[in-house]
């Protein structure tokens, strides 16, 4: 293949493809907070791989260790045996992440992405409590089978199941309907009358910042409240730490500054390290009643993932990774913020925390087009939201001041040709 022609693409591969369809090249090479198509083309990556990359590509500390470890003939494929590596990034993630934050998890393989983390959180939390029902929240997003589907709020996603999604109620997130609804007081409304229809639930699910659902932050203050309701009626926590964990939001776990302690943590995407499979669901110890063999997978570990996410961890050994995390945090926030104020036709709003931030627009079709126009300048920017409606600032906590300003240039230039193509007024 010599140049950029999707055709094969189109002719060989399902019509499920998605992003694709959204970043239209056949991608090369890729380092640090760039990628390069096979035309030498370079993009500022503003999207780390929907948050499996927030080292950037290519590390250069993990890509040794990993190429040492294959070159020794390291196990490959072992299943949930035990390995040298694996024993390595059980030490170090329990001597880095978990004790400095007093916290007290049994670590569990589920299986290598995101949705098998969540499945498993949900199967534990209802085999613990003996109920049925899961409480989880408007707009959030938890994974593609059917357990993970079923806690999504996005009807389109919803769809494409086939069969209808039971045992589940939606309660609204923080500030769904407005400011001026309670919403943790509506939900315990719920649960206090016994003519609701609402059963105590096994568990409560949540993001504390929702990625797909539209850059929704949750307030602190209502994630401590919705910890307390748990408490009160012994209703397991969990929180999916999938895409706003390991470093987005600014600390390690994403619910940190909220002061909370979830039952059940679940991590995939960036636990990684270099964009490898690999998914953990932390469980506190006294929940640990699964049997052997209960929940399983032929991938569930991957050792080549072990190799390169214990070397990830050495980001965390000091404070001044989460430090250079804040600084990029409060230039991304000023940058958005500025954007909304200087082209009042979008009538946005700036969404999200740390390096998940983003500026959601109720023009219809704005936010994508103006993603697509990024990426025609050389920038990979997505959206999100349940219509599209937020494009979004995603990229790797590793990214310098130089590749920051590089990719403003490139966002505000494209925002400021489609608001005056379009000749938008200001709403």
């Known amino acids: 293949m010599v140049n950029n022609d999707l055709k094969i693409f189109e002719e060989l591969e399902s ?9 239209p090249t056949v991608f090369k090479k890729a380092k640090g907070y760039k990628m390069w198509d096979i035309n030498g083309k370079e993009y500022i990556d503003f999207f780390a791989g929907a948050g499996a990359l927030n080292y950037g590509h290519n590390d250069e500390k993990m890509k040794k260790k990993l190429l040492e470890y294959i070159a020794q003939d390291g196990i490959v494929h072992s299943l949930d045996m035990a390995t040298e590596a694996k024993a390595n990034f059980l030490e170090k993630f329990n001597e880095v992440i978990l004790k400095p934050r007093n916290m ?4 569990m393989f589920p299986g290598p992405t995101g949705t ?28 593609m089978t059917i357990g993970s589907l079923s806690v999504t709020g996005n009807s389109a996603k919803r769809q494409g199941a086939g069969i209808p999604l039971q045992h ?7 500030n769904f309907v407005s400011n001026n609804l309670d919403t943790v007081e509506y939900l315990e409304r719920f649960l206090e009358d016994n003519g609701s229809g609402v059963d105590i639930p096994a568990a409560m699910i949540l993001e504390t910042v929702q990625g797909e659902g539209g850059i929704n932050a949750a307030k602190f203050e209502w994630l401590k409240r919705i910890e307390e309701v748990c408490k009160r009626w012994g209703i397991l926590l969990i929180i999916d730490d ?29 636990i990684g390290g270099n964009g490898l499979p690999l998914a953990l669901t932390l469980i506190k110890p006294e929940l640990d009643i699964w049997n052997p063999g209960e929940h399983n997978g032929t991938f569930r570990g991957n050792n080549f993932a072990f190799i390169t996410a214990t070397e990830s961890l050495t980001y965390w050994e000091t404070d001044e990774f989460e430090k250079s995390i804040e600084e990029k945090s409060v230039k991304i926030t000023e940058f958005l913020n500025n954007i909304v104020e200087k082209y009042p036709e979008l009538n946005g709003k ?7 931030q983003g500026i959601s627009t109720p023009i219809e079709g704005l936010a994508s087009e103006i993603a697509a126009k990024a990426f025609e300048n050389g920038l990979i920017m997505e959206t999100a939201g349940p219509e599209d409606e937020v494009f979004k600032l995603f990229p790797p906590l590793t990214i310098d001041n ?11 230039e494209s925002v400021r040709s489609l608001v005056a193509s379009k000749q938008l007024v200001g709403q």
Request: net charge positive.
């Open 15 to 23: 019509s499920v493809r998605s992003y694709v369809r959204s970043f």
């Open 104 to 107: 007290n998890y049994k670590v």
């Open 116 to 143: 098998n983390t969540v499945e498993s959180a949900l199967k534990l939390a209802r085999k613990v409590t003996g109920r049925t029902n899961v409480i989880s929240f408007t707009n959030g997003f938890h994974g």
């Open 168 to 174: 589940v109620v939606t309660m609204p997130y923080d």
């Open 242 to 270: 999938v895409q706003a964990g390991v470093g987005r939001t600014g600390t390690f776990f994403s619910f940190e500054k909220a002061g909370i302690n979830p039952d059940i943590v679940c991590l995939s995407k960036s």
């Open 350 to 356: 700036v969404k999200g925390r740390g390096l998940m």
């Open 402 to 412: 130089e590749g920051l300003e590089k990719g403003f240039k490139i966002i505000e």
